[in-house]
């Protein structure tokens, strides 16, 4: 027995952390810190907001009498009518339009699907309101394509329509590229041993495959023209709907038991999608098997030529839309002096703040994206990959999926109640950076998280039983192995909310102070007071910030990365 | 044997909701031994491992390891290394780092734990593969590299969680004779997970065999493989025929219209229902005559070539409760000439017929 010797003590050298604390009260006590974050930032604001709604403007409990005077007043419940009708409307044209643009995408041969891929994905990196700031220089009053509209006005239900349907059309792709990606290849070479017709087997095979997608994507459409601020703001002229209700009733009559009326109106469709999409994405999972082969489409010449026209129409329809925006921040006077210039770039003219909301949008998304990964990615791994308190751990993971069923125009709304409660202490971060940090960081909290545990789900699930048996603390081993491996889900999870803190207009409108005004909200009051160059010109700065951090983000991931993890090549 | 046990394991219980994974166990591990828990998936054999690992804690009784209670003690407190079926390698850290892993917190010099590691992976046959990855290394290796890492810290009890399942079958018995002269040469307590009886018949001194959260057997390979205690036992490891059969009287038993002569008849009453087991090698076909103890008259159904071996399926031409399976060897095969529909006078052993009470039958 040379080799081995058994049994001998640690040395004793230092106090160390775990001297002073068992590993698993350190467990205990983590777990619950995380369940009390996630309380305060996510439970209570909407426990405030729910509470609101059943109370008179000073607080006592008045049961639904706020919902029977919604309900009884024609002009409030006129707005749910439209908000209804716009957003199916919209969802019945960015579905097919986005499927069929996903099936070229995934199903055929055609060439240039990274280019359209991309194209498609553009509305994503700037805020909602850009397409209908687009739209006010395309269709508008002074708009060089009105006459298109045969008299009608873009102000209001058409413009609505149009500017939704551009940005969600990149919400709805992204679902229904996952859904058409996801397909057996065995039963499409099965169908042709058979002798089907193209069309049964699209009919057989194809839509039945994509169909929970394809409920996903309505609904997930849905929710997003129903509680989009931006877009009605900017271009909806006297047509209300829910979203602008609830800023009108909060920002301008301060009738904050009426907006919390409202938001629980805009929670319905919401809560409706993400049940639905619970439900759908446990059955799309146990479509395919491990066994199964991946699709992989064969040449069609017909096929393929007509997807790539469509692809490249609506593809370079998007381009233009957004591209027409960044060009006209760039001209003098439209539309009478179209010679260039950099003026609209001067905010200081348009709007007191200045560059400085850009800058305040800078710190934010950037506090937002690194204490919100740090805090999602530890967080998800001490509900993942601990085996103790199940209790707690599965209520914070309850509460870490709860923002995806809440609208940021709601969760901005409970926040106001709650960080402006005067009873509440934590009201001194009222108009800070701080609640409008933290509030970006639970509105995006959902996404983040299922990235991280999706990530962490695929690392080795004993891990953590291999170092306990090495005496090795857990914290180490998550410092040491867990987050050097799922180093690209972090990085996804910090560019994500990082272009989301930029882009975002709805949760954090309520919530800015004097001093923090974001460049997404100056977008909103410059396009108010009528300086629509501006404003075009200020969404053109994030919209350029956010694809720059996209792309910061791959050339790191090509560069960079690939040579750190060296230890993933063979 | 007076020596204290090594893991003393008392009226363990576990529940996952409504199912018992382990009922009330009972188990002693002397210092030293090589133990393997066999059984087949879900009879709770990994559960028991970990419960002794305190990865899953059990919901009731006691385990002691080394005289000392660790019942509610965490993993850390327990002094045992582990080794799993996916290796559970640190990917992103060298084959040094994962052997060192368990060293670097106990505070040790670099210089020292340098010497170890090297020692180790001498120990287990990679030498110079200090600075590779997991990922650059075959199943066989990296499992090599775990059991390294496991025994750098000299635990005094060895887990291995079906350490080979995942390897191909040469490399799997090659680590097999690894492992176990390894073991035997650091003397560390091992228990071993596995579903595999022949693993568990190389490599074991005992074998625990379990079904549906209960002990069914503990003994040596070679009692499991010839007394097994239950029809369980004798079906799960080894192939064996079984008949439904009474007792006819004493160390006499009748299946259909064929009586035998019986060595063991376990006490039972005349009459009783049983089942008549015999494992397909110890069917007797060179030099029988018909007044040999349980001589039959067979017909040859089908042959089925299994290379060293063919098994087949003979029915007796008196009525018994169903067909019997005998291995015959390319030798017998050649020598007898053995076909398809062919008759042939065999013997069934008084002494390798097993009796077993049919209540049993698991």
Redesign the interface.
């Known amino acids: 027995m040379a080799e081995v010797a058994i049994g001998t003590a640690p040395p004793q050298v230092r106090v160390s952390l775990r001297r002073l604390l068992d590993e698993r009260q350190a467990a205990t006590l983590l777990i619950a810190l995380l369940a009390l974050v996630l309380v305060v930032i996510i439970a209570l604001p909407l426990w405030t907001l729910l509470s609101k709604s059943f109370q008179d403007a000073n607080g006592g409990f008045v049961g639904v009498r706020n919902f029977a005077i919604y309900f009884s007043t024609p002009t409030l419940f006129a707005s749910l009518l439209n908000s209804v009708a716009v957003a199916a409307l919209s969802t019945a044209i960015v579905v097919p339009l986005a499927f069929i643009y996903a099936y070229g995408l995934t199903r055929s041969c055609m060439p240039g699907k990274g280019l359209f891929y991309a194209a498609a994905l553009l509305p994503i990196f700037a805020p909602s309101l850009l397409s209908a700031l687009s739209l006010l220089y395309i269709f508008g009053n002074q708009g060089f394509l009105r006459q298109l509209l045969m008299g009608a006005s873009i102000y209001g239900p058409i413009g609505i329509v149009i500017a939704e349907v551009l940005y969600c059309f990149p919400h709805a792709l992204l679902i229904l590229v996952t859904a058409l990606a996801l397909a057996d290849g065995r039963l499409y070479e099965a169908a042709a041993a058979l002798g089907t017709t193209p069309a049964r087997v699209f009919r057989t095979i194809t839509l039945p495959g994509a169909r929970y997608g394809i409920i996903s994507a309505c609904f997930v459409v849905f929710t997003l023209v129903v509680t989009d601020f931006g877009i009605p703001k900017v271009i909806g002229g006297q047509f209300n709907v829910l979203a602008t209700d609830a800023y009108k009733q909060v920002v301008g009559q301060q009738n904050f038991p009426m907006g919390a009326v409202v938001g629980m109106i805009l929670l319905v469709p919401a809560v409706l999608a993400f049940a639905v999409d619970r439900l759908v994405q446990r059955k799309q999972v146990a479509l395919l098997s491990s066994r199964a082969v991946p699709y992989a489409p064969k040449p069609a010449r017909g096929r393929d030529l007509a997807l790539l026209i469509y692809a490249a129409g609506v593809g370079s329809l998007i381009v233009a839309t957004y591209g027409m925006a960044v060009w006209a921040s760039f001209i003098t006077y439209w539309p009478y002096n179209l010679s260039l210039t950099l003026n609209n770039y001067v905010f200081a003219n348009a709007e007191p703040t200045g560059w400085g909301s850009y800058f305040n949008s800078l710190a934010m998304a950037a506090l937002a994206a690194g204490i919100g990964t740090a805090l999602v990615f530890t967080g998800a791994y001490l509900i993942e990959k601990l085996k103790i308190f199940p209790a707690g751990r599965a209520f914070a993971h309850f509460l870490a999926m709860l923002p995806m069923a809440v609208p940021g125009l709601v969760l901005g709304l409970g926040y106001v109640f709650f960080f402006n409660a005067p009873w509440n202490p934590l009201n001194v971060f009222y108009g800070t950076l701080t609640v409008l940090v933290v509030n970006t960081i639970a509105h995006f909290y959902t996404v983040a998280h299922i990235t991280a545990t999706t990530a962490l789900k695929q690392i080795d699930a004993e891990f953590e039983a291999v170092s306990a048996s090495l005496k090795v603390p857990f914290w180490r081993t998550f410092g040491r192995v867990t987050v050097p491996i799922c180093m690209p889900a972090i990085l996804d999870i910090a560019v994500y909310m990082f272009v989301n803190a930029l882009t975002t207009v709805s949760s954090v409108i309520f919530l800015y102070g004097a001093g923090t005004k974001l460049a997404s909200i100056a977008i909103v009051h410059m396009d108010e007071s009528g300086t629509i160059a501006a404003a075009a010109a200020m969404a053109t700065v994030i919209m350029a910030t956010a694809i720059g951090a996209k792309v910061a983000h791959l050339v790191l991931n090509r560069l960079v990365f690939e040579r750190l993890q060296a230890w993933r090549k063979r | 044997m007076t020596e204290q046990p090594f893991l003393r394991i008392e009226r363990l219980r576990k529940r996952f909701g409504a199912f018992t994974a382990l009922k009330a166990i009972d188990l002693e591990v002397r210092r030293g031994e090589f133990v393997c828990f066999l059984g087949p998936s879900g009879c709770g054999k990994t559960t028991l491992l ?1 419960a002794i ?4 804690p059990q919901d009731e009784g006691r385990i002691e390891i080394a005289g000392r209670d660790v019942s509610h003690a ?3 407190e ?5 080794v ?1 079926q ?3 390698l ?4 060298t084959v040094a780092r994962n052997v060192g ?2 060293l670097v ?4 010099g670099a210089a020292e734990i340098k010497r170890r590691v090297d ?2 992976l001498a ?1 287990v046959g990679l030498p110079e593969q200090h600075r590779k ?4 290394l075959s199943g066989g290796q990296q499992q090599r590299v775990a059991l390294a ?8 009890l060895l ?1 291995l969680d079906e350490p080979l399942s995942a390897l191909d079958a040469k490399v799997r018995v090659r680590l097999r004779e690894e492992i176990r002269a390894l073991q035997k ?4 307590t091992t228990v071993m997970v596995t579903h595999d009886q022949e693993e568990a018949l190389a490599m074991a001194d005992r074998i625990v065999v379990m079904n549906h959260g209960v002990i069914e057997q503990v003994g040596s390979p070679a009692e499991i493989y010839r007394s097994p205690a239950t029809a369980f036992v004798a079906d799960f490891v080894g192939t064996m025929s079984f008949l439904d059969a009474t007792v006819a009287g004493p160390k006499r038993i009748r299946t259909g219209a064929l009586d035998l002569v019986c060595n063991d008849d376990r006490g039972l009453d005349a009459g009783t229902a049983v089942k008549l087991g015999l494992r397909p090698e110890e069917i007797r076909v060179r030099d029988v005559k018909p007044s040999d103890p349980n001589a039959v008259t067979v017909q040859v159904g089908s042959l089925e070539f299994l290379g060293a071996f063919c098994r087949a399926r003979l029915t007796p031409e008196v009525k018994t409760a169903g067909p019997l399976v005998a291995d015959f060897s390319a030798n017998l095969m050649r020598d007898l000439n053995v076909a398809e529909g062919q008759r042939l006078l065999i013997a069934l052993p008084p002494e390798a017929l097993r009796v077993f009470a049919t209540a049993a039958q698991g």
């Open positions: 970990r690992a305190g990865l899953d965490p993993p850390a327990r002094d045992f290394g582990i799993f996916s290796y559970a640190f990917p992103n850290l892993y368990g917190n106990r505070r040790k020692e180790l120990l990855y997991p990922a650059q890492r496991a025994l750098a810290t000299a635990p005094n887990l040469r650091l003397g560390v």
